[in-house]
């Protein structure tokens, strides 16, 4: 909405969390965000309220609150057992013209970037997508928001003056999350999704959910990603088992993906994924540009080649010289060992 | 069946640059592809015309240059481009630009699917899609690697997600953004070169689409970037383990002890 004398701003308070909610289940990347809004909240004197759509979500409140939310604003719906993007959007497009949060927030997953648009568009306000930094500006209390942009290349401060509420998504594992504090706790407040707010334009006729953790890219803390290098399938069998070890996700080159040996869902980079995992091993992948913008904003970078000169290897933090098929195997035994 | 496929032009990768002084980004005298995500739009779109029928049609919005974005779309399949230019349209953020492309797509009038890829590689939204969808009320799947069954009424795709998938039908009209696994592009033909040759594009202005000079381009837009900053650089020098497997393998568990990684 537009906003843009400081009466009209001042109606707007609050800082809201749009959780992300997978079969039932606030998942990490909201803990992360309630860190941040908290922050924002406290700069602005204000409330930290976690929105969740879901479907038997009403448990989840209680944990909201120990990780920093005031208010959780439940609306708990047999409808969104499954992601419905519409309804999630006209429902949550309500909420905001009805209580006027000043900021919104939600995780840049590939639910988040397809419902979080529909609501800006609709409530006429402003969205910057994949934020990496959150702060207030001290002089007019706008949120400044900085993103990465060109593939990471760049970083883009954006602000929002003169519409409310300023919304963004946030990138999973860059905000710290607060640690659980049992004393806490907040209030409920229950909406129900109305009539007219079931689109019924879309019908969810089958969920996968793939029981691999060693897929979901976005929200791992340890990415063991490998390209060309790998010679094939088997090798990627290899990666896995080091992911299994450290609890993290497996990526890939689209040289790998396009050969065949993993599916495209690993891919990191200009094509594929995005990703900002703390530790990224890129284990025989050379690291062209198009590889380089999907990753290079993780924090410490471990490259494995034969070969000393690749840009993967002159970017990397630690660059391991030699060949992976030795290397790998020792660097399991060596981990389990000690 | 009327397909719109939203085309961008973007910089290349390999240009991709920031004035220092000014602390934008460098879009002129740089080398300008068509998005690489759009490519498999369009290539998704082609399909679903050569199995039941209908027209393609590729829309940009941009500088006059970017019809030949519109051209490459011609050339492996669409049938016609539109481009979107006019200085009032300059400066549009996701807002704005998702605005005037819904705007156009009314006008073009009795459209059935709308098709645009994941995201640009410049600004890497993802936002321009949803909002389209929002703007026209219709229905939307993102991320989609699958199109499946396809008729007047209604369209199935699977989604991806982090965690996996879903399969979900949609009413028409509606949109969707597409990912890198949906297809392999067509390699264009020499038919299809001819074909773009000949073809006019036509420039639709503000004033063509009836859009509200409230809100497009600056006007329009609620996000302002104020400042570009190059990311702070990877710091000190690299770690080169060169020595035995058996050394490297033991120092780089060091390092990650040390820094608590693992
Ligand atoms: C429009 C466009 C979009 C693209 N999008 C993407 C994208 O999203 N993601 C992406 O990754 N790429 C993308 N690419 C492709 C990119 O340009 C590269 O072709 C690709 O990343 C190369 O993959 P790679 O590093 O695995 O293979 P290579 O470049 O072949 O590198 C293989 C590496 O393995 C090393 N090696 C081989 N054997 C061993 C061994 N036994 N032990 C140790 N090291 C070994 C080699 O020394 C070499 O460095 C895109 C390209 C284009 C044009
Ligand atoms: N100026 C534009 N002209 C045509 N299509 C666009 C434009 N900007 C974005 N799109 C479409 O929207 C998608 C997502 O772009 P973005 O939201 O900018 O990441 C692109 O893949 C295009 O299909």
Redesign the pocket.
Known sequence: MIANTTEARAEYRNVWVVAEVLAGEVQQVTYELLGSARDLADARGSEVWCVVLGSGVSSQAEALFHRGADVALVVDDPGFVSFVDEDQAAVLERLVRCHKPEIVLCGATTRGRALIPRVAVAANCGLTADCTGLSIDPENGDLLQTRPAFGGNILATIRCSDHRPQMATVRPRVMNELEADTARSGRVISETLQPAERNGHKQILKVFRDSDNSVNLADARFIIA??????GPDGFKMLKDLAEQVHGAVG??????DSGWVPYYH???????TVQSTVYVA?????????L??MQSCDFVIA????PD?P??QLADVAVV????E?IPALIKEISAT | MRIVVCVKQVPG?HDASIDPETKRIIREGIKV?IN?FDTYAIEAAVQIKEQIGGEVIALSMGPSRAVTVLREGITVGADRGILLSDRAFGGSDTWATSYALARAIQKIGDVDLVICGKQAIDGDTAQVGPGIAAHLHWPQATYVMEVGEIDGASVTTKRMHEDGWDLCSLRLPAVLTVV?DINQPRVPTLKGRLAAEEQQIPIWKAEDIGADPELIGLHGSPTRVVKTNPPAGRGKKSVVLDGTVQQNVRALVHEMRQRSLI
């Open positions: 490998g390209g060309r290098g790998l010679k890939a080159s689209r040289a790998a993906v891919q990191v980079g200009q094509t594929g994924q284990c025989g992948i050379s690291g062209q540009i198009q590889h913008v999907g494995i080649d034969k070969n690749t993967m290897m030699g060949d992976l098929f290397i | 990768t592809v690489p890198k």
